[in-house]
């Protein structure tokens, strides 16, 4: 928890409380309501206590986001006696005996597994850590099995695909299947296996797909309330996840700096952004805070009446969350938000200062010295005189940071593209056509110059108005790009992209929300003939490309930002180097058949989905090598983890002649299937699914409190793999498969305030056909070895079937109505709840309609290809 201490420096404000049992109206505009609204609510909920916080927020409001605050990576485990690393997966082994069912829980209590040995380098991992003891691992019997041998099973609930058990074992204690050893420990000088009572109690041996996270700074990994252990900080402090620190005590801060980039317009539009940065230096302990900007009504003067003051109206815009240091160390925050409509409540415009609020992020006390209202009044107070700001005609620094500005009602609607950047520097064009080695009547899909993520949002729709998620035309981009140096004066020349990266659902989305989109983008006929021997092109090498958003309705928004016409903010633009490509690296001495697919979807502020292929089938004189691999990534709401990887290599080399298998299956991280094996012939098969569910938590901050979301990934997932393997060929087929979905609910109850939401995803369908994935065929003849010469023949095939995310996410918000109390700050009543009960509001934070794709990465056969 951060401490009590939080000042501000140079503060001593007055404090007085009157009781009032006046009800207000949530219209009333009381200024300082909405805030100590965000104040209170923030401060209180991360501790569940209540939240004396005034109503009068608009409740069809957009909520204000403030950063997500992730409490997924606080997840730990406690140091081990000894741990080992095998590939990509940790082993823990602690030495305090336990029953096989409670070690069992406590590795599933760590984010892990009872370790379960998948082949023989991962028995040996395992054996390296247990000494000379018996260790438990993660396999059990069924009861009433017709033998001792009989019935054994993973955690999971799945037939081991590899054992190691002791001469004689497993044998039920002798005497044939009596239900009396159930349990499998493992020998630590042999690594061999026997079974005994699951009663018993032994070390035991816990499995991470990643390394577990080592508290620091201060915190100890302990369990929780939930059963779970977490990086957990002594009284008064709390842990940042982020710097695995804890982080709390009094903290002096000084805010010596505010700039607005709309101060140079002087205006600024409700539903429409705004950014700041604000300066702070930090002296004592390191805290983490919420750092938030508001608009103020302005006063008439520097010596405003009381009433004057009771009577100002605010209103909260944006925030996010800081790890401020106490070593005095300068520090600046970039704020985003959108203007609410309660900055004007109906006026027809507003004068208006700002202000700035320090919350301490998992403060359970409401101190009134930590928002700075930054307006003539104030503005010759110590405090103020701290806050210094740039004057935007002069660029001379002023003290104060009286930054005047005009609230005024949004001037219609405004599409911007806020980015466009390629994922590669260097686009290749390949020749035009399919490869040679395409069978005749097949079609493979056309590989691009390159992938450019895309995202737009739209601004200047407001919650309170009647479809205000749905814009009065379809969002379309286009790419063009020029030449640079542009000989003969060409000009912008169009590409082609694939269909979902031409239309934007944007008008499902909430106002201001970022949609992003990945563009494949693909050389026209024109612009290929323009790049070919002899024309303007042809010698080129750099190029600029521009993405546009474009719509069929007249746009307007914020001058300073998209023009007098609405269209400055319309447009991005990058460099690419382009390179001249062939279909395959074929040489002399080497043949390669390969393809990558990416894509991602989605919004990163709310769900994300993002999707690679890659296979690649090559030979040269060491052999023949085919590698398969499928990720796919969630980031968004919940940070960012890998749902699923799958993937299958095999390899035939020439010296020495043997085949090689690796192969293994991941959900969330957890290890379901590892194989791998060298031999003068390998064969390998398997065809399994799981189901896994992976539930986390996080905190979605808005104007009316921090609101703790649970959502649960449930994938169906599997992988139908089949390997043969020589000394001279490869016969594969890797198909990974999933379908996947997301159901989220939160709860908030407040005195104030109670919050539901929820939510149902399609995240991923994923290769559901039985003829999707990759089919390899490779195979070569020694035909000399002195000097070496080889015989290659292949036939390949690569298809990515994907449905992508489909579904929606909507909170719902009940205000209770209020009686008031209050008290002074800086001479203002400030208003807070005591007690009632008001209105419901509803809304759409994320809506997207998905769609399907197929794509045929890889159709190639070829025969009688000598490599020498």
Request: glycine letters at 10%; a negative charge; proline letters at 6%.
């Amino acid at each position: 928890m951060v401490a009590p201490g939080l000042v501000l420096a140079g503060r001593t404000p007055t404090r007085t409380k009157e009781k009032s049992s006046m009800r207000e109206s949530r219209k009333s505009g009381l200024a300082p309501r909405r805030l100590l609204l965000g104040l209170a609510a923030l401060f209180w909920s991360g501790c569940g206590g209540i939240a004396e916080a005034p109503g009068g927020v608009d409740a069809e409001a957009p909520p204000t986001e403030q950063r997500a605050a992730l409490t997924t990576t606080d997840r730990c485990a406690p140091s081990p006696s000894a741990q080992v690393t095998s590939g990509d997966t940790v082993y823990y082994r602690y030495s305090t005996g336990k029953t096989w069912a409670a070690a069992k829980a406590d590795c599933a209590s760590m984010g892990g597994r009872l370790a379960v040995p998948m082949s023989s380098s991962g028995n040996e991992a395992i054996r390296s850590l247990t000494s000379d003891v018996l260790a438990y691992i993660g396999l059990s019997q069924l009861s009433n099995q017709s033998s001792p041998s009989a019935g054994w099973q993973t955690v999971e609930g799945d037939t081991p695909a590899y054992l190691n058990w002791n001469s004689g074992e497993p044998n039920d204690n002798g005497g044939g299947e009596n239900n009396d050893q159930q349990c499998a420990r493992m020998y630590g000088d042999t690594g061999k296996w026997d079974d005994v009572r699951c009663s018993n109690s032994s070390p035991y041996v816990c499995e991470f797909g990643a390394q577990p996270v080592t508290c620091g700074g201060g915190a100890t990994c302990g369990l929780a309330t939930d059963s779970t252990y977490r990086c957990q900080c002594p009284s008064g402090q709390h842990y940042d996840a982020a710097n695995n620190s804890c982080f709390g005590g009094a903290l002096s801060i000084d805010v010596n700096s505010l700039n607005v980039d709309q101060a140079a317009s002087g205006n600024v539009f409700v539903n429409f952004p705004i950014k700041a940065r604000v300066g702070l230096k930090g002296t004592g302990n390191t805290n983490t805070l919420v750092v938030s900007l508001g608009l103020m009504q302005k006063p008439s003067g520097p010596n405003p009446t009381q009433a004057e003051l009771e009577s100002l109206h605010s209103c909260l815009v944006g925030g996010t969350r800081i790890t401020l240091p106490g070593d005095g160390s300068q520090q600046y925050v970039d704020i985003e938000g959108i203007v609410p409509p309660e900055c004007l409540e109906g006026d027809p415009q507003r004068a208006a200062n700002f202000f700035v609020l320090l919350d301490g992020a998992d403060e359970n006390t409401t101190e009134d010295d930590k928002w700075l209202v930054y307006n003539e009044k104030e503005a010759q107070t110590p405090v103020g005189q701290l806050c210094k700001t740039t004057d935007p005609v002069t660029g001379v620094q002023r003290a104060g940071c009286v930054i005047n500005v005009t609230v005024r009602p949004p001037p219609g609607t405004d599409i911007a593209l806020l980015e466009a950047s390629p994922d590669s520097a260097v686009a290749v064009l390949d020749p035009s056509g399919q490869p040679t080695d395409v069978p005749s009547g097949e079609a493979e899909a056309p590989r691009p110059l390159f992938i450019a993520d895309v995202s737009v949002a739209a601004f200047g729709r407001d919650f309170d108005e009647a479809n205000a998620s749905t814009l009065p035309g379809t969002v379309d981009f286009v790419y063009d790009i020029v030449a640079q140096p542009d000989t003969g004066n060409v000009g912008w020349k169009r590409l082609n992209a694939n269909p979902e990266a031409l239309h934007a659902p944007i008008g499902n989305l909430k106002p201001g929300e970022k949609l992003q989109v990945d563009a494949r983008l693909h050389p026209t006929a024109e612009f290929r003939d323009l790049t070919t021997p002899g024309h303007p092109w042809a010698a080129s090498t750099d190029f600029k490309v521009r993405a546009c958003a474009q719509v069929p309705f007249a746009e307007h928004g914020d001058p300073l930002v998209s023009g007098p016409n609405g269209l400055a903010n319309n447009c991005k633009e990058f460099s690419v180097r382009l390179v001249r490509g062939s279909f395959s690296s074929g040489s002399a001495s080497s043949y390669d058949v390969s393809k990558s697919y990416s894509k991602s979807f989605g919004s990163s502020s709310t769900i994300k989905l993002a999707l690679t292929s890659d296979t690649t089938n090559s030979f040269d004189l060491t052999g023949a090598y085919s590698d398969s691999e499928v990720k796919a990534t969630i980031s968004g709401f919940f940070g960012s983890f890998d749902m699923v990887h799958a993937w299958g290599d095999a390899s035939a080399t020439v010296s020495p002649a043997q085949a090689s298998l690796d192969t293994g299956f991941k959900v969330f991280g957890v290890s379901l299937l590892s194989y791998s094996k060298s031999a003068g012939t390998v064969t390998y098969s398997y065809d399994k699914s799981y189901s896994k569910e992976k539930c986390l938590t996080y905190s979605y901050g808005v104007v009316v409190a921090s609101i703790n979301i649970s959502g649960c990934f449930t994938a169906t997932s599997g992988l139908d793999v089949g390997v043969t393997a020589s000394a001279t060929s490869i016969s594969a087929q890797v198909r990974p498969y999933v379908n996947a979905s997301l159901s989220v609910s939160g709860t908030l109850n407040l005195t104030l305030y109670k919050a539901t939401l929820s939510a149902s995803l399609t995240i991923l369908g994923l290769n559901t056909g039985s003829s999707d994935g990759v089919s390899a065929g490779l195979s070569f003849v020694i035909n000399s070895t002195s000097p070496l010469k080889l015989t290659i023949t292949y036939d390949v095939d690569a298809l990515v079937r994907v449905t992508t995310l489909d579904g929606s996410i909507d909170l719902t918000i009940e205000q209770l109505e209020a009686n008031w109390c209050k008290k002074k700050v800086w001479g203002v009543k400030v208003y807070y709840v005591c007690w009632s009960y008001d209105t419901l509001a509803e809304y759409n934070l994320f809506s997207y309609d998905g769609y399907s794709y197929t794509s045929t990465l890889l159709d190639r056969s070829g025969s009688a290809i000598t490599l020498q």
